[in-house]
């Protein structure tokens, strides 16, 4: 199996799992709400579903694609915001069966991507094998939002490694997005898996490190836990300052994420 058939296994496996916690909501479900900001469940299926649409358009309409970045970049704080509006208008039955059929016709058009080519996104252009790890990254944490709203106990998986891989791995862009000039130090990181495996980036003999749990290292990448809140330590200045700015996702960062003691 190659990298790419991998990664869309794991995506399909993550976005099922989403599905099968929504697929028998009432209105009302659809109706919760799920984060500080006032997302509902149908405004995180609405966003998993444009974002879809928007790497189909990235894939298969450069020139569409090419608009949609400009119209972002002279609205960057509510473009993204003011799409999944507009889509969260959708009935949730249809917007259901839209997000399913969007995420088939994904998994066909990145498989159909010439190798060696890059896709343009938001961030940095990306691999089709990269861009599916972010389909993931993106479905675990607004899973994630839904999951905790609807009070379902959410488990660890080994699928988690792809959040905590886009963690590491846009640690340049962390520094980036808030202004902030990449210190150009390495820094070993050491996570453990739900079964106890060893999730590892970095020189082994790096003098900063960062170690802990891979679930909270992925929940403090993608914003959705506060550092103190988490199982991740640092060892070394930039180490400790990297952990209160990473971030796993493009786009400007939000409000910082609230202890779980004054929620």
Sequence with gaps: MSTLD????DLTAESLQLDQWVAGLTEAGWSTVTTPEGWTVTDQIAHLHWTDIASLSAIREPAAFGAMLTAA????????DAQTAD??????ADLLLLWRDGRVELDAALREVPDGEKIPWFGPPMSPASMATARIMETWAHGHDVGEALGITILPS????HVCHIGVRARRYSYLVRGEQDPGVEIRVELTGPDGEL???GPEDAAERVTGSGQDFALLATRRRHLDDVDVRAQ??????????????????????VRLADR
């Excluded at 970049?73 to 993204?80: E, K």
């Excluded at 889509?87 to 949730?92: E, Y």
């Excluded at 200045?237 to 409000?255: C, D, E, N």
């Design 73 to 80: 970049a002279s609205d960057a704080d509510g473009f993204i």
């Design 87 to 92: 889509v969260a208008l959708i009935p949730p």
């Design 6 to 9: 991998q990664v869309l296994s």
């Design 199 to 201: 999730w590892a980036w």
């Design 158 to 161: 080994a699928r988690t490694r």
């Design 236 to 257: 070394g200045p930039h180490a400790q300052h990297w952990l209160t700015i990473v971030q796993a996702f493009a786009g400007q960062p939000g409000a910082d994420p």
